[in-house]
């Protein structure tokens, strides 16, 4: 009886030696993981950068900046305006009183029609509007929601157009979409929030290019922006915002900071910080948003910051009016959420009055000016042209396509507004007077757009025509001017453009007229978002194809890689593991065989 609670208690031992091994071979760095916990727990411990220079210098250079270069706001002005007066810094009554006037005559001078595809314009006008303190819902008589209310017209942009227009509707208590019984579909509140929850991506986030494709920082961090006034009040748009803000922190760089097409911009960053700011995200404490280096989206920002007091589009790139905007209103969103104020586009702080009604010159007023006399004549004061906006800073086209780019002149009263399109190689590309491209040759030609009043203001767009099949369309957006022209006739850098992959812009209306055109979302200087492979009134390949199936096309088995992963470091715990019980199991054997043979014997 001894003998076999010896042999019971040996085997006990045998198998904890065995229930040990393997919670070593499951956790081969530390005994039941308790090192690999403390490891985890010590990486959430991260501290932010400080800025350089500090936040509230660049702030109030950046602020500085904008309202010296734009000193005659209007229609182009809309993200100056929300981000000016989003910042707590003030902004002078003349300034949104001059923004109003120019607004309300350009809605009169085009018979409140502003477009007829990309109705986020309206949202636009919509959210700057508010931000001056004037009620959206009557300009002068007029509702501007009501252009909202036909959700066929909203959904024409694809996700962008519903996206701003539920930014819109929230953007104020008062504010709702009429009822409009001749809409084909009407706008409502839930129907707005639906379409923005069924387009996101089972990883997470929002892309323009469809479910199937990875998040874009930039449509994410808007479609947050869009739905945060739902955050921690409906349990879906919480969820969904949740997956996005962890998809985000997947997407971050070294720096920080965000990339799209494969390139990190201003613009991203601003997109991403105005997001989280308006779910009360403080990027700087949030250990998903700063990397092991110190870095986080503000840092990120802030390596394309300039002394001057803006913002470049791409790295060591010139000043640019998109990204100076976005990285403007980034950082009011975030100094709101820092004084727990509210968020950027949550303008219930801001008491309305109605937009007063404004004498407009005739539209077809050849001339806007000032009378004086001297010596008894009258003479007539000329507009020169100030500065001219191309959509688009780089574009690739494939051989034998089109692409129309679109100008737009400042200011809105320049005397003569008439362009001259040019083409750097006309081999490579030509370009008519209307601004349409056409790729003849493989090549890079540069296709500039110069004012003809004699100010010298041009503008440029550097174009590469690929073969047929060699590379898919792209484009870069942009905003700004290659040069302003002072009253002496000196020329001085402004805002500027800067070459890159993608960024927001597009084909559309600027501050002197709107197209057509089917856009495909939204950008920053008063244009619409236009996707990649797009250009109204051309043909283009708008299929994305998914990554790895394209990197399979035409592989046959012998070209395939295949990678087999062998733990080896739990084959050999499992081994030794064996090997003790094997060894244990021999001892006991021996022992009990010299036990048998000493009872023989006696």
């Known amino acids: 009886m001894r003998m076999r609670g010896t042999v019971l208690f040996r085997r006990m031992a045998v198998w904890i030696t065995m229930i040990a091994m393997l919670a070593v071979n499951l956790c081969p760095q530390a005994v039941f993981c308790v090192q690999a916990q403390e490891k985890q727990e010590a990486e959430t411990v991260k501290t932010a950068n400080s800025l350089n220079p500090d936040f509230d210098t660049a702030l109030n250079k950046v602020y500085s900046y904008i309202l010296s270069v734009d000193t005659n706001p209007d229609y182009g002005s809309a993200w100056k305006v929300i981000g000016l007066t989003r910042s707590g810094l003030g902004v002078s009554s003349s300034y949104t009183d001059t923004f109003y006037k120019n607004v309300y005559t350009y809605l009169e001078q085009n018979n409140w029609v502003i477009t ?67 809409a084909s579909a009407q706008t409502t509140e839930e129907g707005l929030i639906d379409y923005l929850l069924d387009n996101q991506i089972s990883s997470g986030g929002w892309s323009l290019s469809g479910k199937a494709a990875e998040p874009d920082p930039d449509v994410t961090g808007m479609t947050i922006q869009a739905l945060s006034s739902y955050y921690e009040k409906r349990d879906d748009v919480t969820s969904a915002i949740k997956k996005a803000v962890d998809a985000l922190a997947l997407l971050q760089t070294e720096s920080g900071g965000y990339q799209s097409d494969n390139a990190e911009t201003a613009e991203s960053a601003a997109q991403v910080i105005t997001a989280l700011s308006s779910i009360g995200i403080d990027g700087a404490e949030d250990s998903r948003f700063v990397n092991e280096n110190g870095n986080w989206p503000m840092s990120g920002l802030f390596q394309f910051y300039l002394s001057q007091g803006g913002f470049a589009h791409v790295a060591r790139g010139d000043l640019n009016a998109m990204a100076t905007e976005q990285g403007m209103y980034a950082m009011a969103a975030y100094k709101r959420m820092k004084e727990r104020k509210t968020a950027l586009y949550d303008m219930s702080d801001i008491t309305l009055s109605p937009g007063e009604v404004i004498a407009v010159t005739p539209a077809n007023s050849t001339e806007v000016s000032t009378n004086k006399t001297t010596a008894g004549v009258s003479a007539s004061l000329t507009v020169a042209v100030s500065q001219i906006v191309l959509d688009y800073a780089s574009v690739t086209v494939t051989k034998g396509r089109t692409k129309t780019l679109t100008a737009v002149v400042t200011p809105s009263s320049a005397t003569n507004q008439k362009l001259k399109w040019s083409s750097s190689k006309k081999k490579v590309a030509t370009v008519t007077q209307k601004g349409k491209v056409k790729a003849l040759k493989a090549g890079t030609t540069v296709i500039t757009a110069a004012a003809t009043d004699g100010s010298g203001v041009s503008a440029s767009c550097v174009v590469k025509v690929v073969a047929s099949g060699t590379a898919s369309q792209s484009s870069t957006a942009t905003a700004g001017q290659t040069k302003s022209v002072s009253g002496s006739g000196a020329s001085t850098k402004s805002l500027g453009t800067a070459a890159s992959t993608k960024t927001l812009g597009g084909n559309s209306s600027g501050a002197e007229g709107s197209t057509d055109g089917a856009g495909g979302g939204w950008s920053f200087s008063g244009e619409e978002y236009v996707p990649e492979d797009y250009d109204s009134g051309d043909t283009w390949d708008t299929s994305f194809v998914d990554a790895t199936e394209e990197n399979s096309k035409g592989e046959s088995w012998a070209d395939k890689t295949i990678t087999i992963n062998i733990p080896l470091g739990r084959i050999f715990y499992t081994g030794m593991g064996g090997i003790l019980v094997l060894v244990i199991e021999g001892i006991i054997w021996v022992i009990r065989k010299k036990r048998k043979e000493r009872l023989i014997s006696q």
Not at 138 to 158: E, P, W
């Open 116 to 182: 007829k595809s990309t109705y986020s314009s309206y949202s636009k006008l919509i959210l700057a509007l508010t931000a001056a303190g004037k009620d959206a819902q009557n300009i002068g008589g007029h509702n501007l929601l009501a252009y909202l209310s036909d959700f066929s017209n909203v959904k024409k942009q694809g996700h962008m157009g519903p996206l701003w227009a539920l930014m819109a509707l929230n953007c104020h208590p008062d504010y709702s979409i009429p009822v409009d019984n001749s």
